[in-house]
């Protein structure tokens, strides 16, 4: 019993990243085939480097015929290659490659993260939009789209940080995009690129706007003229 087990664990594992059997089929690979680069990853795991199709065939439910045009298919599609290689003796030999594989399985990735990306970004611009005909109350003009998709592409601002500048122009009582734009303007001078660092400068601000205001009113006697200061006049 106890020898059986340790047969049994001797017969070692392979690693198979995870994204082949979710993107098998984008591959344009059936489930025999995936079957067969399973089966030519465990030889070449196990030394083998160069299965012949006699040997798959027998791990598999199909004929070495079969298996013989399935090797071929592979070949064709660019997931596996035969490498011609010579030993230290100057013999030359054969082995398979799963390398281009994993070269496509790598660029499957890149494309499904890149899709998601795109997706994802293109549900924060709807948010975007969203949030600001709700603040507004009522439907942006194609001059206030234009510039929404401005500060976007153009000035790389981050969706978050534009909702940002939104509030603040809110609890500023100002809230028109030439109000926002300053904003935006400003903080981007100041390198503010996230929204703790946009809090913190919107209060400083606040701050000093308040502090303006008592100035303007402690000397509104000698000085009616005093300007109202806001992002607008920085």
């Known amino acids: 019993m106890k020898s059986t087990i340790v047969s049994w664990l001797q017969e070692g594992n392979i690693t198979v990243p995870a994204i082949l059997f979710s993107e098998y089929r984008n591959l344009n690979l059936n489930e025999y085939e995936l079957v067969l680069l399973l089966n030519i990853m465990t030889f070449i795991e196990k030394g083998n480097q160069f299965p012949t199709p006699e040997e798959l065939s027998s791990r598999m439910t199909v004929s070495i015929a079969e298996c013989n045009e399935m090797l071929r298919r592979l070949i064709q599609k660019g997931c596996i ?115 703790e660092q946009a809090k913190n400068h919107g209060r400083k601000f606040r701050n000093k706007q308040q502090q303006n205001r008592k100035t303007s009113q402690e000397d509104s006697e000698q000085s009616p003229t005093v300007p109202f200061y806001n992002w607008l006049e920085q």
């Open 81 to 195: 290659e035969i490498i011609d290689e010579y030993s230290q003796d100057g013999i030359r030999y054969e082995r398979y490659s799963v390398i281009p594989l994993l070269e496509k399985l790598v660029e499957q990735f890149l494309m499904k993260n890149k899709r998601v990306d795109e997706a994802n970004k293109k549900s924060e611009e709807t948010d975007l939009y969203t949030c600001f005909e709700k603040e507004f109350g009522r439907p942006l003009s194609p001059f206030e789209c234009e510039s929404l998709a401005m500060w976007m592409d153009d000035d790389h601002h981050d969706p978050i940080i534009i909702k940002a500048a939104l509030r603040e122009a809110v609890m500023s009582g100002k809230l028109n995009f030439r109000y926002i734009d300053r904003i935006l303007f400003e903080w981007k001078k100041n390198g503010i690129k996230t929204i």
